[in-house]
C-alpha cells in the first residue's frame, strides 16, 4: 500500500524507536512501518502521530527534537517525586510523566514514562519494557480502535494500566483472605514473606494511584486537552479514587493478619515455655534430692545402707507424684 496515494488512509502512527514503526489505519487495527522517512511524509496528513521511544540514543532525541519539537526533561526529574517536577505546560506543549507498574521476577516496582504532547503528536519515552504498552498495542489490533486527538490515546493507557492496577488489587484481596485462614494452621517464614510481600505491593500500588491523582487534576485544567478526553480522565480520576479506598482497606487487613499472627507466634512460643517450665519443676524435687546424697559429709542417713538407693528413688518418686498432685488440685495443670 502506498502511503502518498491515500492521504487521508491512516489516522494514528506509532513510531517506535529504533527504526520500528506501527500506523493504525482508518477503521482500526495496527501496521507496521520499518521507514523513518515514510513516516515524516505522512506527518503533516494525519491526525494523530504516537512516537513511542524505549531506551534512545542520543541520536534518536536529536531526531525527535528537529522534527518534532521534542524537548526531553533532565533525566533526575523522572525519579523525582514532585508534581511540579513531572507535570510541565509549555507554550504550545506540555508533558507529564506517569509510572507503570513493571515486574521482575517476585520484585514489582513503578517505571517512569513521559508523555510528551505538541499539536497532534504524542511521544512516549521509556526505558524499560511495560507490558501495559505491549497490551495495548494488541488490543488496538484486535479492536480497530481509532483515536482522534493524541491526550485520547493517552488517556486509554492509563485506563488500561489503571485496569491493571485493579487487577493486582483483587489479587492481594484475595491473598489476604487466604492467609487470614492459613495462619489459624500455620506459622511458617514463608507466610510471613509473604505478607511482607504483599504489604509492599499494596504501597507501591498506592503510591502509584496517588501520584496519578495529582497529575490527572493537572491535565484536567489544561487547555491543551481537549474536553472529550477531558471527560475520560474524569472517569479515571473517578476509578484511582475507588482504588485508593481499597489499598487503605488491604492495608489494614495487612496490619489485622500481621497482628493476629504476631499474637498466635506469642501464645505458641508460650505454651512451649510453660511446657519447659512443668518439666523444670518436676525435675526439681529429685535433683533436689540427689544433690543432697551427692554432699561429701562423713554422715548422711542411709549413705551405707543396702536400701539407701531404694530409699531414695522412692522419695523422689513420691514427693514428685505430691507435688503432681498438688498441681492437680489447684488446677494448674
Do not use: C
Not at 15 to 22: D, E, S, T
Not at 75 to 100: M, N, P, Q, T, W
Not at 295 to 304: E, R
Amino acid at each position: 500500500m502506498s502511503f502518498e496515494n491515500h492521504p487521508e488512509g491512516f489516522g494514528i502512527y506509532l513510531l517506535h524507536l529504533v527504526l520500528k514503526a506501527y500506523a493504525i489505519p482508518v477503521g482500526g487495527g495496527i501496521k507496521r512501518i520499518t521507514d523513518k522517512r515514510e513516516i515524516l511524509k505522512i506527518v503533516r496528513r494525519t491526525k494523530v502521530l504516537w512516537i513511542d521511544v524505549r531506551e534512545p540514543s542520543e541520536e534518536d532525541i536529536l531526531f525527535l527534537e528537529k522534527e518534532f519539537g521534542f524537548r526531553e526533561p533532565p533525566k533526575e526529574v523522572f525519579e523525582d517525586i514532585e508534581i511540579s517536577s513531572r507535570f510541565y505546560e509549555g507554550r504550545d506543549y506540555l508533558y507529564a510523566i506517569f509510572s507503570f507498574l513493571v515486574q521482575h521476577k517476585e520484585e514489582v516496582f513503578a517505571e517512569p514514562v513521559l508523555f510528551f504532547i505538541k499539536g497532534n503528536i504524542l511521544i512516549t519515552l521509556r526505558y524499560n519494557k511495560i507490558v501495559t504498552f505491549s497490551m495495548f498495542k494488541r488490543i488496538v489490533d484486535r479492536r480497530r480502535l481509532e483515536f482522534n486527538f493524541p491526550d485520547q490515546l493517552m488517556a486509554e493507557l492509563l485506563n488500561l494500566e489503571v485496569e491493571r492496577i485493579g487487577n493486582r488489587l483483587e489479587i492481594i484481596g484475595k491473598r489476604i483472605r487466604s492467609i487470614k485462614k492459613q495462619i489459624f494452621t500455620e506459622q511458617s517464614p514463608e507466610i510471613i514473606k509473604d505478607l511482607a510481600y504483599y504489604d509492599e505491593l499494596n504501597l507501591t500500588l498506592r503510591e502509584s494511584i496517588n501520584e496519578k491523582l495529582r497529575i490527572l487534576q493537572k491535565l484536567l485544567r489544561s487547555t491543551k486537552i481537549n474536553n472529550v478526553t477531558k471527560r475520560e480522565l474524569k472517569l479515571i480520576i473517578e476509578d484511582l479514587h475507588a482504588l485508593a479506598d481499597y489499598t487503605s482497606i488491604y492495608m489494614e487487613k495487612i496490619d489485622s493478619v500481621q497482628e493476629s499472627l504476631l499474637g498466635l507466634i506469642t501464645i505458641k512460643q508460650n505454651q512451649t515455655s510453660q511446657v519447659f517450665a512443668f518439666i523444670a519443676t518436676l525435675f526439681l524435687p529429685p535433683t533436689l534430692i540427689a544433690s543432697i546424697y551427692g554432699m561429701n559429709f562423713d554422715f548422711i542417713p542411709f549413705l551405707h545402707s543396702p536400701y539407701g538407693f531404694w530409699i531414695s528413688v522412692t522419695l523422689m518418686v513420691a514427693v514428685t507424684g505430691g507435688l503432681l498432685g498438688w498441681l492437680k488440685l489447684k488446677r494448674i495443670i
